[in-house]
Every structure is written in C-alpha cells, then in structure tokens.
C-alpha cells in the first residue's frame, strides 16, 4: 500500500506512517480463534484447520485457504472451519463466497450461542471490509447490547462513526472507553481515529506509539492491521455489493436490515 491510495475522512489526509505501518506489521502465530489477538506460543497440530488457522494468522490467504479447504473435506458440517473459511475469503475479498458460508451454518444441529457469536461477529467483520460501515455498526451494536463494555467492539464501532464522518457518535462510544486497560489499547486506537478525522496528526501518531510501548509491537500490529484496513483506499471492495442477512429459524447473525 502506498500513500498514493490512502483515502481522507473529512477532508483531512491519513498521515504518512499509517504506510510505514503495513511494513511493519509482524507475521503473527496462531490463536484458538482467527479473530483473537495472536499470543506467543508453538503450534504443533498439523492438522489442515490449524495449519489453515496458522496461515491465516501470518496473512496468507491462498495457502489458508487451500488448508481449510481440505479441513472442510474431512469435516463438512464443522462450525469452526466454516467460520474460519469464511474468514479466509474474506481476507481474499471473495465477499459473495465467505456469505454463502455464514449462511450455509443456518439449522445446523451443532448451532450454540457461543458459535452464533462467532458468526455475528465474522459478518460484522465482513461488512467493515466491504466498506459497509452503518451495516458494520449495526452488528456490532447487536453484539455489543450482549457484551455491554467490550472494548473491542466499541472500537470497531467508533471505525465506523469516524469513516462515516459521523465524529458525534464515535466521541459518543470512545467516552465508554478507559487508558490504561490492562489487555486491550482500545482507548488509544479510538483516540487516534478520531485525532486523524479532526486533523491532529501528530496526536494520532503519539496514540499509536503509546500502544507500542504500553502493550508491546505484536499487540499493536494486531490493531493496526483493522486500523489500516479501515482507513486506507486499497482495503475497499465495491461499496455496491452489501451483505445480506442469513434467512434462517436458527439463531441468525444479526446483519443490516437493508441491503
């Protein structure tokens, strides 16, 4: 990514070391689930989920994908690996595919209220990169009425406020949100969105680098990652193709109620 393609919000640029941040992005290990942030730790299973699941976390989709396609051979109807496929072509922005697998999980017998937030939250995920930010919000606020004071939902939410222009509301959400929070720099990441959409790039900056020193390079690369993705032009599909709410009697992901 260049800073060629780094788009603006409210007129104001996206400052030059939201490029600089992309390289210095780490190849991160794996977690238990693709959407938690990575700790450090050595993955012996070889199983085709984990080593999807590994390749996922160190950023690369086609070779995720290859994996997971053959977990979802030997498993056809597991929870996990559909949501983590899902995941997996959304980093690939096959949108029209990770859909069709969240909503292949509809009337699955195996369906618990743990899964169904797995769910929610990977078609939330999915609305953000499609750059459908209300669709994103409102998924995060179904989630976040479940899990009143998740940080990083409040986060993802305050993205979408500030990307809509929406600066009320994301000042809203960030006063829900408190420094010094011993495992989640959401503070700091909220400050530095709003800082950037207000024209205080240097404010933006130090809150980026207060993350680096409080939490450590690898958590601060976790978030920056969503941050760029958000933030920068290249990480946008057509704004045309929403997604599209699964239609089912089983508990559905909550998704936006138009298209």
Request: glycine share 2%; with cysteine; aromatic share 6%.
């Amino acid at each position: 990514m260049s800073n060629k393609t780094l788009i603006t919000v409210k007129a104001k640029p996206i400052i030059p070391w939201l490029a600089l941040g992309l390289s210095l992005l780490l190849v991160l290990p794996a977690t238990l689930r693709a959407e938690d942030p990575p700790p450090e730790l050595q993955d012996n299973n070889h199983s085709p989920y984990h080593i999807a699941l590994l390749n996922y976390k160190s950023d690369k989709f086609d070779a995720a994908l290859i994996a997971i396609n053959e977990a979802e051979k030997a498993a056809p109807d597991d929870i996990p690996t559909v949501l983590l496929k899902a995941r997996i072509l959304t980093e690939l922005h096959q949108f029209d595919q990770a859909k069709k697998e969240l909503t292949s999980l509809n009337d699955n017998p195996a369906w618990t209220p743990a899964l169904d937030e797995a769910r929610t939250l990977a078609w939330g995920d999915l609305c953000l990169r499609q750059r459908d930010f209300d669709g994103a919000a409102k998924v995060y606020q179904k989630l976040l009425d479940k899990k009143t004071g998740d940080t990083d939902l409040i986060l993802k939410i305050i993205y979408t406020r500030v990307a809509a222009s929406d600066l009320v509301a994301a000042e809203k959400y960030a006063s829900q949100l408190k420094p010094l929070d011993p495992d989640h720099p959401s503070y700091y990441f909220a400050k530095a969105a709003i800082a950037q959409a207000t024209g205080k790039g240097t404010e933006a900056e130090q809150d980026i680098e207060t993350v680096r020193t409080i939490y450590g390079i690898t958590t601060a690369n976790h978030y920056l990652k969503t941050y760029l993705q958000v933030f920068s032009a290249n990480s946008a599909s057509s704004t045309s193709a929403r997604a599209e709410p699964p239609k089912t009697n089983a508990p559905p992901a909550p998704a936006p109620s138009h298209p």
